[in-house]
């Protein structure tokens, strides 16, 4: 395993490679703890390592069934989030499943449930709820030859016991080559790629990007149903990707959150990330040559439309598909940046973004409100990125991109359904920071600590504080350390592991942090818990509660999520937002701040970028009525009210004086305790 620097670093080492961005060297200090003497504030590596905290759920056994690959969450509610896979088990027929890991107290048993698929999938890429109906009932995996659809609610028992859900499997790429990942939106469309085999009929490959209706599904006769799709012959060797150390890896396809318009993804042949417009059937692609790199895998895209992808080369490649910089001023800009992870042999797998908040408050600070998680299978490893660096122009002219109406045939089949129980054990694992070579700071975590190797993919967990993520470990073996299974069982090492890992609080504070006020998810909320951090030594005694290295009287953020401690209270759920805009003088900005019967506080601090301006607070409750009106005050206004009905509360803050300014402005609930 390749560890990047030596173990024993100093943690204060951490600040000397933070390099002054927009946000300013002093800034990026102040995120640690706001002092002058920021080296003082620092625990020494041997009384502080680094380290990140590590939730682990081994499923049971269950013959070849192993190697989950493909992950996401789905969130139902503020209680009840649940996490998907899919097993891959390459080139082994008849063992691959979908499971569902049903997450409601983390410190309590989790429930998990799988569905088998079919025989013949040989090895499994993306998957994806079908989130067009309010139960968000259907599951979408993506299989090397098939496309196949559970119906997680259509179920039956037999006599015996045996409990089955239908299950479509349509086969819709026979003979393609690699598998791609499954991209779905709103209106039950599910986006997959693929690349046609040459066959005695034809005398080349044809790439495409494909969409099926998946709630358009026609009977044809029992046991046999079609559905309509269409494809857009996109080229570039779509759905295939290139891999190494014998676990494929998964061929980009995404959307925007939100917004299935624009579909993206891997196009090997020509090293680039294709860009589809499924209304005007066009093409564009970014090249990644543009950045120096090579071999494009999984994507992710965010709510804001910005473009991650991960690449055999071991960079992290940000595209941003309509920002123009230097000299490319045209309709069909972008901008690019390029993030090499740090060490040799990463062979990445999965990618994915974490956002908190907008894309900046300015166009100067690009990366503000983002960091980036991925998996190096090679080196073990979780790393997360806090991405800096230049922004490279690129023109990407769309070309056209024909699309073929075509029906496929799918199998009325049945899924075996099967359910348990697992206990989650929390560990704690070696952060590792790589020096800052001009493209961002890399956080690693060495998960080879504890057992668990060629971590596959993985998903921000939403509900957790700010970089904070589940992924898949394609080979986990017991360690002496794990309750979940006995290490001296030889066959315990062929397990189902899930992870979830909580980095260390990033040198890069969210414009919309999540509270979360149980640092060490035992269940117990930080105000009653004696020993908050879950490390042998009570608070009464110990001198950093969140274990990020700073000691507490330094620091501005005691459990590490990001919400300054001004604003926020352990007995509380807090929410903030915050807001940027330039204001020409005598004008307001208004906003709207949603309350709920829980809500207890309302909070809005709005700052001048010119301290001498004045500026001033309104806020008027849902029927009209001005609550509370802060008068003008130079540079900054604070304006705070008790709401005394649950709706839509309207904040306006004005610029009083003559001229222009940028007006930055915080927008903050409090609310009762969700625990």
């Keep these: 395993m390749n560890s990047k620097v030596d173990q024993t670093i100093l943690p204060e080492h951490v ?26 504030q620092f625990l020494t590596g041997s009384t502080c ?11 049971p056994q269950g013959g070849t069934d192993n190697q989950p690959g493909a992950i996401f969450v789905d969130i139902r509610s503020s209680s009840d989030s649940s996490v998907w896979f899919v097993t891959r088990n390459t080139g082994v027929a008849d063992n691959q499943k979908v499971y569902k890991l049903q997450l409601r107290d983390r410190k309590n048993p989790a429930s998990f449930t799988s569905w088998t698929l079919d025989g013949a999938s040989v090895v499994t890429g993306g998957l994806r709820r079908v989130h067009a109906s309010e139960d968000a009932r259907f599951v979408i995996v993506r299989t090397l030859n ?17 409990k089955t859900c239908e299950r479509l499997d349509f086969l819709d790429q026979p003979g393609a080559l690699g598998v791609s990942d499954v991209a779905t939106d709103s209106q039950s469309n599910v986006f997959t790629a693929a690349t046609t085999p040459v066959s005695e009929t034809t005398t080349e490959r044809v790439s495409y990007v494909q969409r099926l209706k998946a709630n358009a599904v026609t009977q044809l006769k029992p046991g046999v149903v079609t559905a309509n799709v269409i494809r857009w012959n996109v080229g570039g060797g779509a759905g295939t990707c290139q891999f190494a150390g014998g676990l494929e890896c998964i061929a980009g396809v995404a959307t925007k959150r939100g917004d299935s318009r624009f579909v993206y993804f891997s196009s090997p042949a020509d090293n680039s990330v294709g860009e589809l417009d499924t209304q005007m059937d066009t093409v564009r692609r970014f090249p990644l040559s543009t950045v120096a790199a090579a071999e494009p895998r999984q994507i992710d895209v965010d709510e804001e439309g910005i473009v991650w992808v991960v690449t055999g080369s071991d960079h992290l490649v940000r595209i941003d598909p309509r920002k123009k ?28 973004i974490d956002r908190g908040g907008r894309r900046g408050r300015n166009e100067s600070e690009q990366f503000r409100n983002e960091v980036v998680g991925y998996t190096a299978t090679g080196s073990s490893e979780v790393g997360l990125l806090i991405p800096d660096g230049k922004l ?59 057992g668990s190797f060629a971590p596959l993919g993985i998903t921000p967990d939403r509900q957790g504080r700010f970089g904070t993520f589940y992924y898949a470990v394609g080979e986990p073996m017991p360690d002496e350390d794990s309750a979940a299974v006995d290490p001296l069982d030889p066959a315990a090492s062929v397990l189902k592991r899930i992870e979830r890992i909580t980095f260390p609080r990033v040198a890069r504070r969210p414009d919309n942090p999540r509270d979360k006020d149980d640092y060490d998810d035992d269940g117990i909320r930080d105000d009653k818990d004696t020993d908050r951090d879950d ?57 709207t701040v949603t309350t709920t019967s829980s809500t207890t506080l309302i909070t809005v601090v709005a700052t001048a970028s010119d301290l001498g301006m004045p500026i001033s607070i309104e806020i008027v409750d849902p029927l009209g009525v001005v609550v509370m009106s802060a008068v003008p005050t130079p540079g900054t206004a604070l304006a705070t009210t008790v709401p005394l009905r649950a709706g839509n509360y309207t904040v306006r803050v004005k610029n009083n004086g ?9 927008l903050i609930t409090q609310s009762l305790p969700l625990m």
């Design 15 to 40: 600040v000397q490679w933070l390099r002054p961005t927009a946000l300013g060297a002093a800034s990026l200090l102040s995120v640690f703890g706001g002092a002058a003497a920021a080296q003082s």
């Design 49 to 59: 390592p680094l380290q990140a905290q590590v939730v682990e759920w081994d499923l």
């Design 146 to 162: 098939l496309l196949e659809l559970v119906d997680t609610q259509k179920c039956t028992t037999d006599a015996a016991g045996t």
């Design 325 to 352: 910089v230097g000299w490319c001023t045209s309709s069909n800009c972008a901008a690019m940046s390029s993030h090499r992870m740090p060490g040799a042999a990463n062979d990445p797998f999965g990618v994915t």
């Design 392 to 450: 490279f122009p690129v023109e990407a002219k769309p070309n056209p991109a024909p699309r073929d109406p075509e029906t496929v045939t799918g199998d009325q089949d049945r899924a075996t359904q099967e359910t348990g129980n697992v206990f989650p054990d929390f560990k704690k694992v070696t952060v590792v920071p790589a020096p800052d070579n001009g493209d961002g700071l890399f956080l690693e975590a060495e998960i080879f600590e504890k």
């Design 535 to 591: 490390d042998g030594v009570s608070d009464s005694m110990d001198k950093d509660w969140d274990n990020d290295c700073v000691v507490n009287e330094m620091d501005d953020d005691d459990d590490g999520d990001h919400l300054e401690d001004k604003y926020d209270r352990p007995d509380r759920q807090e929410q903030k937002r915050t807001e940027w805009a330039p204001t020409a003088g005598g004008t307001s900005n208004t906003y």
């Design 658 to 666: 003559l001229t222009s300014v940028g007006l930055e402005t915080l």
